[in-house]
């Protein structure tokens, strides 16, 4: 049974850096996925924020770019998403899924992702 969990989530100020952090367990799958990072803020639907192909191809939401970071560790079985100059727009439960599919680059579509850890907040404070 594979399992997802993120750490890594908190309270911090307007301009500061978290990591988040994804460990894949169970199974191994991780190396064969691509790995997505989605955000949900109250009231909202979940959007994606940042993805990597197993190959390593990367995308991010415009709101994003050049802020965050995500990689990932296959031989630790972990993903990461460095967020930089976080801003309060940034704050929402932020979960990490996998997508066993292989794509070329990584969907940002919810659907898509077969895998998905419970979450972790993020807060920001102007």
């Known amino acids: 049974q594979v399992q997802v969990v993120e750490s890594g989530g908190g309270l911090v100020q307007a301009g500061g850096s978290l990591r988040l952090s994804c460990v894949v367990s169970g199974a191994d799958i991780l190396r064969w996925s691509a790995v997505g990072w989605f955000r949900q803020a109250p009231g909202k639907e979940r959007e994606f924020v940042a993805g990597v192909t197993r190959s390593g191809t990367t995308n991010y939401i415009d709101s994003v770019k050049g802020r965050f970071t995500i990689s990932r560790d296959n031989a630790k079985n972990m993903a990461y998403l460095q967020m930089n100059s976080l801003k309060p727009e940034d704050a929402a439960v932020y979960y990490c899924?996998?997508?066993?599919?292989?794509?070329?680059?990584?969907?940002?579509?919810?659907?898509?992702?077969?895998?998905w850890g419970q979450g972790t907040q993020i807060t920001v404070s102007s």
């Open positions: 899924a996998l997508d066993p599919r292989g794509l070329r680059n990584p969907s940002v579509h919810p659907a898509n992702y077969d895998y």
